[in-house]
Each structure stands twice: as C-alpha cells, then as structure tokens.
C-alpha cells in the first residue's frame, strides 16, 4: 500500500469517526482534482464550483458507509462522476461543447506562458470526446490504476488503456498545433 493511500485510509477512518479536522485535510489533498474534473465536464467554472460542493456534501454524509472496499481516490472519482452525471440529467448543468476546429481560433490574450497553457489545456480537453476524457481523468487527475478506473467507468482496463492513449495523442496534437500558432 503506498502512503498515500495509507494517508487517505487514515484520514478517511478519522473524518468517519467526527475528526472535523481529518475531512478537511481529504477536502484540501483532493479539491483540485474534483473541481479539474469537473470543469473538464461542464467546460464551466460555476457549474464545477457547483459540482465540487455537492461532491464534498455527498462525500461527508457518506463516509461511515465507505467501508474502505476501494481506493479512497476511486470512490471519490467515482462520486465526482456521478454527481456530474446527476447534474447533468437534471438538466441544472449542461456541458459546453468545443468544436476542435474552433478551439484554434479563440483569441488568447493572456500573455502569462503557465496560466495561457492552462487555458489551452482546459480549451484541448474540452474537446475531447466524454469518454477520452473520463478516462484520462480517472488516470491522471486521480491517479487510479486502469483496472480500477475501468471498473469505474464499467469498461475493460485495456479500453481504459485505448482511450487515455487517444486522449493523450489527441492533446499533443491540439496543444502543439496551438503552440504553432494553428493549422
């Protein structure tokens, strides 16, 4: 077991037991996580401030119900999921599509290289489709191994593989022809 896990298995045993202070370290450890997924999903900062808040609701009143049979990170993502799912079925939410086309014609005034990088990696991901998406997610925002991320998703691990693969061709392909100034 890695100490992270070790770490979140801790603090999930705490929170658990009424340690106020525990679920706040497991709010701090994974937010950014949450909310990256989150706004991959809508393509909006206030639906993934939304999102980020009923996650950490649902994750609070459901903690003595965990019961520790994953990863911590992998009932979390899979929390996340579902919420954004849910949010998205009530129709409180839509998620913003992104033509790839498009994506290299949207002017990008911000000349500051890390916060213009991270808009054009929030704009490519965007433009992935859901399922590339999910699936890069699952492995780099939360570090879930394929077999766990595929259960998640209820897909094989070795589809896990092929669409991280394609996400991860495809945002080298969008960001370096953004990099280039567009086709």
């Not at 609070?60 to 049979?69: A, I, P």
């Not at 009530?90 to 991270?118: K, Q, Y």
């Not at 704009?123 to 191994?145: I, Q």
Request: net charge negative.
């Amino acid at each position: 077991m890695t100490e992270h896990v070790r770490d979140d298995a801790d603090l999930v045993s705490r929170a658990a037991a009424g340690d106020i202070g525990a679920f706040e370290s497991l709010v701090r450890a994974h937010t950014d996580a949450v909310y990256a997924h989150a706004y991959r999903f809508f393509g909006d900062a206030s639906a993934a401030q939304d999102a980020t808040q009923e996650v950490w609701i649902k994750v609070f009143r459901s903690l003595e119900g965990f019961g520790s049979r994953a990863a911590f990170t992998t009932w979390l993502f899979r929390v996340t999921r579902n919420v954004c799912l849910d949010m998205l079925r009530s129709g409180r939410r839509a998620a913003t599509p992104v033509d790839p086309v498009e994506l290299h014609r949207i002017a990008n005034n911000d000349t500051a290289g890390e916060a213009a990088g991270s808009v054009d990696l929030e704009m490519a991901m965007r433009a992935l489709s859901p399922e590339d998406r999910e699936a890069f997610n699952a492995v780099a925002l939360f570090g879930l191994p394929y077999a766990e991320a595929g259960s998640v998703l209820g897909v094989p691990a070795g589809t896990v593989k092929s669409r991280v693969f394609r996400a991860r061709r495809a945002l080298t392909t969008l960001l370096c022809l953004d990099a280039k100034g567009g086709a």
